[in-house]
């Protein structure tokens, strides 16, 4: 067998680091340069019986911060939490268009060398520069750490599969067989945290009922974190709208979900049957700000040439019905739960809204290449028996 060409094994290679799960990183330093920082996931230690512990990062020679570092003679290595993720995106330049200054997302500290420190990450690595080398496209620095910061708590955020994800403890078997055993029996879920708790306990008591030692493992987030738990492996199959998804998903619609308007007890619109979206116009909103949902909600109103009056924002399904049940304003949703009431006790009432605009779609989504567990296929039959849809 030939060997592969120099181009095609850059491209196995850079395809198969891919797979190997990296904590995700902030590289920040400050002094005679200037402040810089840059999100890295090639960190790792080198050794911690040197005269100081060491560790090394790469940084793209492209990159103004590698310069700063080599000028600076320091960094810091913020190593982020799970629920860090807009850091990450800011110092990739994700929101260059939104911030003019990428340290404005996060407080900081400024650790002994004079370097910042992300206030409150998992790890903080404070280093002084001992070597650096150019190798390829990226400079190797070498760290020695005078001081760190520990949190104590917290997970990690990786990157794997070219998608975020957490870590979270694993028990490990407690023989061979009992691992064999257990292999595939695990639910590896995501589910849009909206809709999800009208859907999936239903469909998990039923698969309980079934008999056998099931375990759950859920993800539970917006459309964001819910597909790049599926991207990155961290789970095996998801509850997710049909919005703004991947190519590399393959899925299938469950349902609709007609979208509806949520009113306080009292309100002037109780009174209709039906409600337009021109009813709204003079109506201040509570918008449920989740992806994509706030984008669906909205675009309700300005396909029929509305302008929303946005007076509130959450990205909790209950926040906006407790505000809404205040008085505050009236909300469009799509997921309803069988109680009228918020959580204090304040009465709430549903109308349908007349839109031409499509209803959301619930679909299953798995990876294309995913192999399924038999637990997983076990939990697509239950999808769709649970919506009446022929397998």
């Not at 491209?11 to 002094?31: E, K, L, P, R, W």
């Not at 994800?165 to 691992?179: M, V």
């Not at 991207?231 to 998801?238: F, H, Q, W």
């Amino acid at each position: 067998m030939d060997a592969p060409s120099t181009h095609a094994l850059r491209d196995q290679f850079i395809q198969g680091m891919s797979h190997a799960a990296c904590t995700v990183n902030i590289v920040t330093t400050d002094g005679p340069a200037g402040r810089g920082g840059i999100t890295v996931s090639a960190m790792s230690s080198v050794s911690a019986d040197t005269p100081r512990p060491t560790l090394l990062v790469c940084v793209h020679h492209r990159s103004p911060v590698a310069e700063t570092i080599l000028k600076n003679g320091v960094f810091c290595v913020n190593v982020l939490k799970d629920d860090q993720a807009y850091i990450s995106d800011t110092f990739a330049g994700r929101y260059k268009d939104q911030i003019a200054d990428k340290f404005d997302c996060a407080e900081w500290q400024v650790m002994q060398t004079g370097a910042p420190r992300v206030i409150d990450p998992l790890v903080g690595f404070d280093c002084r520069v001992v070597s650096s080398e150019l190798v390829g496209t990226h400079y190797v620095f070498f760290g020695e750490v005078v001081d760190l910061f520990l949190a104590g708590h917290g997970y990690p955020l990786i990157y794997a599969n070219r998608a975020y994800g957490s870590a979270w403890r694993i028990e490990a078997a407690k023989s061979i067989a009992a691992g064999k055993e257990a292999d595939g029996r695990t639910l590896k879920v995501g589910c849009f945290h909206t809709f999800g708790p009208f859907i999936l306990p239903e469909m998990l008591g039923r698969m309980a009922e079934t008999g056998g030692d099931l375990k759950v493992d859920l993800v539970e987030g917006d459309q964001r974190r819910v597909q790049e738990s599926l991207l990155a492996g961290e789970t095996e199959v998801a509850l997710l709208y049909d919005l703004d998804l991947s190519l590399e998903l393959k899925t299938e619609v469950l349902t609709h979900l007609q979208p509806y308007v949520l009113l306080p007890e009292g309100h002037a619109l109780a009174a209709k049957s039906l409600i337009e979206p021109r009813d709204l116009a003079d109506h201040p909103m509570v918008l449920l700000n989740a992806q994509p949902s706030r984008t669906y909600f909205q675009r309700i109103l300005t396909d029929a040439g509305i302008t929303p009056r946005v007076a509130f924002r959450s990205q909790s399904l209950e926040m906006v019905r407790g505000m809404v049940g205040h008085g505050l304003g009236y909300s469009i949703l799509a997921a309803k739960p069988a109680a009228p009431m918020t959580y204090d006790g304040k009465a709430l009432i549903t109308r349908p809204l007349v839109s031409d605009t499509e209803p959301s779609r619930i679909v299953l989504a798995v990876r294309k290449d995913m192999k399924l567990s038999k637990a997983t296929e076990q939990f697509t039959w239950f999808c769709r028996d649970f919506f009446d849809l022929d397998a």
